[in-house]
């Protein structure tokens, strides 16, 4: 039964609340929780002092201090639903007095903070509601104090119960948002960008004129200014739009502009993939400038809006990073931020450096304007000094651990593509120490869950809880591991500071556990596992690195089960879509689909292609025996890009110098089919190989403008180019292949000035080369000595995080035409491939079994003599073969290529193209 209480009960009431914590919690507790029930039933036909005294009492009683809202528990979460189920003011928003929607807001706003996840079911009417509110009362200046103000409240609501929190700044590549909405919320979406838009416009007209550019020198004029053509208004001074200084100071004096514009421009942000391009505000100069000034506002909230919308385009739009000049003027107040207290939930600084530094690190990794800027300063040792007092810190809260965790990741950053920064890193003794009982920890915490698991499934079962929360410190080892694997990137850190068994076995460790997480404890549900997964990853990430062939980690990782547990992965149905889910397993593939695995996928390949890169034929079938090929190729049309192209980089690796396993790839795309012969009347298996034509397709379908699918195109390339080193038969394969030829051709033919389709890629053409080269190799010579070293073999290379488009091949020639072999190199963490052209089969039949054919030194073939090219033996099908060559118009595209604008592709070149004259020459 509802209790009643009049209006002046409840006057009463509120008066003696305010201000008395412990009274407020008795309400919360039978009988007074009565009240509520009464509180939250406003009907249309109460009066309006009594609508809005009831919203008063709700308001004083839910406004609890975190300790006293912590004695009430569960019950003052159970009123936030009960709020916004039944009342219902949002439906008459626009026929409610102005004080009657500005205290119901400003409940709602409370709600939100206290409850970030409860789902508000009555926000389409409040969007309505606030758009007739701009339009027909703020637009026309008939807007009061109360409809400003709730135009303030609502602007927070809408930050608060929006989709997702404001997150711009956690995209580390600059492509736009895609967004899939219907007619109705895409209208209603440009409805609410121009509402936004109109009140940032009206209130920031009111300061324009606080716009001061005294002091800014025109950069260029077409003739000398007379001091007659200077006018008070800068915008008419010729050059202005050219300057990037940052304008003086302008102050927003009324409170309520203040709230319009930081809040208006920060939910701004949120809509402007629905503004077209050339009306979005940030086009504007004027108001480009008036934002500027805004920098050195005295309002925090509206410096650091103002910091948001100057750098949300660099990571929404794809040219923008190239404006550096621009962020290095910005720069220095992303940086002061740091010391403002408090920050505003909405604004991290942490995050917005980070995710500036990864971009440039991905873009233009050896010259980062971002880490430019900040190595002039002394910003980076005080952010070391900060993060060393963090660490040192005799225990972590639930704070302290948060920026700790951001110092961790901010670091990774800076070391990912820097040496300078790894070694100023390195040389805290104890930073590694603090990374292992990091790590350390996070296995203590997964072991202790795993031994209770049964434990915990029946809790889980008789609770029915969905999905149970993350373990406290995922994000913390994970930024310790996104470190690690910055350090990892240097060939000096892996063959000096990090050669620490312990790490090595730290990760070993962590790998093993998250996997048995995610294969028996899935009943723990994604919340619980989606971290692990990302974590499982990044682990995989770092083992790349240390099990290259220069680290002295790579046997220990090998001796220790590396390859097992990657099998264990590969073949496990949650890594593998190939692989069919057994019948008793249907409650875990219900329980983790859809979990993003593919980082997984990727890292997985990526550690199998380094331990393969440079090893002989021998260790190449010892992982064949346990990870066989047609398990690798279960990933070889894998929906990730990146998945791909380390499927093909470990295939380009796995088929180099060895017939065996081409000819094993070669028996997986075959096409059998069993006829009688007619002498013996026995059944006979007739096959050919589609390798070629799926090799072909697949390059049509790539785009190499893409970074991953140029990866997965050029590790194509490469396989063909193993391909056409094996033996005569293999080189006659691949000569017929036209629409391979044509390709080849596409990619030769660009430049810098016509480079649509390929982007006049030196590594895409460096290949087309190599499979060039090996085709008018004589497989039957075997004297000859190549060396194709590129770069990151040489001591002292450290290996950067992006693929280095200048990557040289350095090729020693002992006859001038031997062709040979095409090393492989390090990518990215560093990485490595191989490529041959073992010259040294022999023979031409592609099922015999011969023991020695890929035993034996596999790079270095030492010649009986030195000396011209007569010596060198040439084939009838080599001359043929060139001539082929020369019909299809590759001699002419190899003769254009000498003058190419890379080293490596000019030098490959103009060999090839002296091989191809002297076999012309054959009569």
Not at 735 to 751: A, H, P
């Amino acid at each position: 039964m509802t209790v009643s209480y009049s209006l002046e009960n409840l006057k009463n009431i509120s008066n003696a609340l305010v201000g008395d914590q412990l009274a407020k919690v008795d309400y919360f507790f039978a009988p007074k929780s009565q009240i509520f029930q009464y509180l939250v039933s406003i009907e249309p036909d109460n009066s309006i002092a009594l609508k809005n005294a009831k919203l008063d009492l709700l308001y004083i009683i839910l406004h609890l201090e975190p300790q006293q809202r912590d004695m009430v528990g569960t019950s003052y979460l159970d009123i936030v639903p009960a709020i916004y189920k039944s009342i219902t003011l949002a439906r008459s928003f626009t026929q409610n007095s102005s004080l009657t929607n500005y205290k119901y807001i400003k409940l709602l706003n409370l709600c939100a903070e206290v409850y970030p996840n409860c789902v508000f079911p009555e926000l389409q009417y409040l969007k309505n509601g606030f758009i007739h509110l701009v339009n027909h009362r703020f637009l026309r200046g008939k807007c009061n104090i109360d409809e400003v103000a709730t135009i303030i409240e609502l602007l927070k609501l809408f930050l608060l119960v929006n989709e997702q929190r404001d997150g711009d700044f956690n995209q580390t590549r600059p492509i736009k948002q895609e967004r899939e909405v219907t007619e109705i919320s895409q209208y209603q979406d440009f409805s609410m960008a121009n509402a936004l838009e109109q009140i940032i416009v009206n209130t920031s007209e009111k300061y324009l004129g606080q716009i001061s550019l005294k002091y800014i020198v025109r950069l260029k004029v077409s003739r000398p200014a007379s001091p007659s053509s200077v006018k008070n208004d800068p915008f008419d001074n010729k050059g202005v739009d050219c300057t990037r200084a940052i304008p003086k100071k302008i102050n927003i004096s009324n409170m309520y502009d203040s709230g319009l514009l930081s809040l208006g421009l920060l939910l701004y942000l949120r809509y402007h993939y629905v503004i077209p391009d050339d009306k979005k505000l940030r086009n504007d100069l004027t108001f480009k400038m008036f934002v500027l000034g805004l920098l050195k506002s005295d309002d925090v909230n509206i410096r650091c809006v103002s910091l948001k919308f100057l750098l949300q385009p660099y990571f929404t739009e794809d040219k923008k990073w190239e404006d550096s000049r621009t962020l290095e003027k910005i720069l220095p107040y992303l940086v002061e931020s740091f010391n403002y207290d408090p920050l505003p939930w909405w604004f991290d600084p942490f995050d917005i450096l980070d995710s500036l530094v990864v971009l440039y690190n991905e873009i233009t990794p050896m010259n980062n304007p971002v880490l430019t800027t900040l190595a002039h300063t002394n910003v980076i040792f005080c952010i070391l000094s900060r993060f060393a007092q963090c660490l040192s810190l005799p225990q972590q809260n639930e704070s302290t651990l948060r920026t700790t965790t951001k110092f961790i990741k901010l670091c990774a950053s800076f070391a990912a593509s820097d040496e300078k920064y790894r070694l100023l890193l390195l040389n805290d003794t104890l930073l590694l120490n603090h990374l292992e009982y990091g790590l350390e920890s996070h296995i203590t915490l997964i072991q202790d869950f795993i031994s209770l698991k049964d434990e915990i499934r029946e809790t889980v079962i008789e609770t029915h809880s969905m999905s149970l929360p993350p373990i406290y410190d995922h994000e913390f080892v994970s930024a310790w591991l996104s470190l690690l694997k910055s350090f990892s990137r240097s060939v000096s850190a892996l063959r000096t500071t990090l050669k620490r068994n312990k790490i090595a076995q730290l990760l070993l460790q962590i790998l093993s556990k998250t996997y048995t997480l995610t294969k028996e404890c899935y009943f723990a549900g994604q919340d619980f596992i989606k971290p692990e997964v990302k974590i499982m990853g990044i682990t995989l990430g770092s083992i790349c690195n240390f099990v290259v062939e220069f680290s002295n980690l790579q046997s220990f990782m090998l001796r220790n089960g590396i390859i097992d547990i990657i099998e264990k992965v590969l073949g496990d149905p949650l890594f593998n879509s190939k692989k069919a889910w057994d019948s008793s397993e249907d409650e875990r593939k219900i329980a983790l689909e859809g979990i993003p695995v593919h980082e997984v996928k990727a890292n997985s390949l990526w550690v199998l292609r380094h331990l393969m890169y440079n090893c002989q034929n021998e260790e190449k079938f010892q992982l064949l025996a346990k990870i066989p090929m047609a398990l690798v190729l279960d990933f070889i049309n894998d929906p990730c890009w990146a998945v791909q192209a380390q499927c093909f980089q470990l295939l380009r690796n796995l088929t180099c110098n060895s017939r065996k396993i081409v000819n094993i790839l070669l028996e997986k795309f075959k096409d059998v089919e069993y006829k009688i012969d007619p002498q013996t009347g026995s059944k006979i298996s007739i096959g050919s190989t589609y390798l070629f034509e799926f090799l072909a397709k697949k390059m049509r379908l790539l785009n190499p403008l893409d970074t991953q699918q140029k990866k997965a195109m050029e590790g194509v390339l490469y396989i063909i180019v193993n391909l056409a080193a094996v033996n005569e038969n293999k080189k006659q394969l691949v000569i017929e292949q036209d629409e391979i030829l044509n390709i080849m051709s596409e990619i030769l033919v660009e430049t810098t000035i016509d480079s649509s389709r390929y982007g006049n890629d030196n590594n895409l053409k460096l290949a087309c080369l190599w499979i060039l080269n090996n085709l008018l190799w004589n497989s039957s010579v075997s004297h000859y000595t190549q060396y194709a070293i590129e770069n990151g073999l040489e001591p002292g290379h450290s290996p950067s995080d992006t693929e280095n488009p200048q990557s040289a091949v350095t090729i020693g020639y002992n006859e001038p035409v031997a062709g040979g072999y095409s090393r492989g190199k390090y990518f990215d963490e560093p990485d490595g491939d191989d490529s041959s052209s073992n010259a040294n089969d022999g023979e031409d039949d592609d099922n015999e079994d011969d023991e020695d054919d890929d035993d034996g030194d596999e790079f270095v073939r030492t010649p009986a003599a030195k000396g011209s090219t007569s010596n060198v033996q040439v084939t009838r099908a080599t001359v043929e073969r060139c001539r082929k060559l020369v019909e299809v118009g590759l001699y002419d595209l190899v003769k254009k290529n000498i003058t190419d604008e890379s080293l490596s592709v000019r030098e490959k070149a103009r060999t090839l193209l002296y091989h191809m004259d002297l076999l012309l020459k054959v009569k």
